[in-house]
Structures are given as structure tokens and as C-alpha cells.
């Protein structure tokens, strides 16, 4: 139990679906990030929220759209996902964004196939 | 942005065995990390580790920042420290960067 708690753990979606991916730290910290991690492939960072504001998009599709309603959840609204978007899908918090001395904790993932 | 490489790619001991494994990266960073991530895909937090020398049971981590690398030494390996370990590094406002990871698999 890290602190960090995804829903759902599996989704299996049509690319037709719309779908939305659920993180929740109870951590108080006020970054939080969404990772994806494909087969064979290092974690790609897609976006990061300090304090609620988007601070980062790692040139991530319109497909893939995040919301971070308040700095203790962050949700990843899917829609018109292709195949290849088939990953784990990762939340992730720290206290801060990136400053020496952050450790990042991570949720146990969203594995996400597309049919 | 910082290069990270790990070695080896892919690690088989028997039950007991140690070992050891690497992280070099191409530039200073003021953040290192190591995870590892299950079978079942949650990534744990080992260490914090920017530099010096950590133990924490089995485990121990050792950060040499001049010369840009980290090791993460298991000793009496288990079955349960199967899956792969990644380092993580970043130097100031930069993004976290991953490693390619090692993958170890413990035989009983």
C-alpha cells in the first residue's frame, strides 16, 4: 500500500468507448503525475499537475485527456483509443514537482487493453 | 535530457544468490530513486539515494554522483524479489527519467 489507489485495475475498452481511469493519493502531496508503460518500452511520462495545474504534456494525443480536479485526485478521460494505446497506465504523487528530495510514489496501475 | 542505462537487462540466480545491479547516467542529477515493480505491475519505492549509502534489510543501494552511477545489491535473494528493478533520475525542475530496468527472476 503506497498511498496512491487506481481505478480501475483492468479495463478492456472498444475504440468506440469512452472510458475514464481514476487516481487518489492520500498522501497530501500536490503533484501528481500519469505514466504509460508499454511492453518493452521505459515509463513514458504523459502529464504532471502541481497544485492542480497542468504543469507538463509530453506531446500526449487529444485521445488521452486528464482532469485534476483538486490536488488529491486526477482522473485520464480515454476516448477513440487506438490498439497501440494498450499499456499500464500509471498514476503517480510527490509532495513537489521534480525538486531534489521528492520521492514519487505510484499507484498499482491501470492495465488497459483496446479491442 | 539525462541518458539512463542499467545493467543487465535480464538477471536469472537461484534462491539465495546476490547480486548486483547497475545504473549509470550521463549527466548530475540531485534525485535518484530505485522501484520495483511486481508481477501484478505496482512499482515500490527502494530507495531515495542522490548519493552515499543505504540499507534497508536485504537491501542496500550505493550512489557514487561523480562518477554517475548507483548499485542495488540484493543478498539472499527470495522468489519474491522477482520483477524488475528500475532507477529513476532527475536534476532540479526536470522530468524523472526511467531506466530501461533489469528484470530478475528468482528460481526456488
Known amino acids: 500500500e503506497t498511498g496512491v489507489t487506481q481505478t480501475p485495475r483492468h479495463l478492456v475498452m472498444g475504440m468506440t468507448n469512452k472510458k475514464s481511469l481514476k487516481c487518489e493519493q492520500h498522501?497530501?502531496?500536490?503533484?501528481m503525475y500519469w505514466y504509460k508503460q508499454s511492453a518493452k518500452k521505459p515509463l513514458e511520462l504523459m502529464f504532471v499537475?502541481?497544485?492542480?495545474?497542468?504543469?507538463e504534456n509530453n506531446s500526449v494525443p487529444s485521445r488521452f485527456s486528464p482532469e485534476c480536479p483538486n490536488s488529491s485526485h486526477l482522473f485520464l478521460h480515454l476516448h477513440t483509443l487506438q490498439p497501440e494505446d494498450s499499456a499500464l497506465y500509471l498514476c503517480?504523487?510527490?509532495?513537489?514537482?521534480?525538486?531534489?528530495?521528492?520521492?514519487?510514489?505510484f499507484g498499482e496501475g491501470s492495465w488497459l487493453t483496446v479491442v | 535530457g539525462i541518458q539512463v542505462e542499467q545493467s543487465p537487462p535480464d538477471l536469472i540466480l537461484q534462491e539465495g544468490a546476490n547480486s548486483t545491479l547497475r545504473c549509470n547516467f550521463s549527466?548530475?542529477?540531485?534525485?535518484l530513486q530505485w522501484f520495483h515493480q511486481n508481477p501484478w505491475g505496482q512499482l515500490i519505492n527502494l530507495f531515495y539515494?542522490?548519493?552515499g549509502t543505504k540499507q534497508n534489510g536485504r537491501l542496500s543501494a550505493t550512489t557514487v554522483a561523480t562518477e554517475r552511477y548507483s548499485l542495488l545489491y540484493i543478498s539472499s535473494s527470495q522468489t519474491t524479489d522477482s520483477g524488475v528493478y528500475f532507477c529513476?533520475?532527475?536534476?532540479?525542475?526536470?522530468?524523472?527519467?526511467f531506466g530501461t530496468g533489469t528484470r530478475l527472476t528468482i528460481i526456488p
Open positions: 503517480a504523487s510527490s509532495q513537489g514537482q521534480g525538486a531534489a528530495g521528492n520521492t514519487i510514489y
Open positions: 498522501l497530501g502531496h500536490n503533484a
Open positions: 499537475y502541481n497544485f492542480k495545474e497542468q504543469t
Open positions: 549527466d548530475s542529477v540531485n534525485n
Open positions: 539515494i542522490p548519493s
Open positions: 529513476a533520475v532527475n536534476f532540479g525542475n526536470e522530468k524523472l527519467t
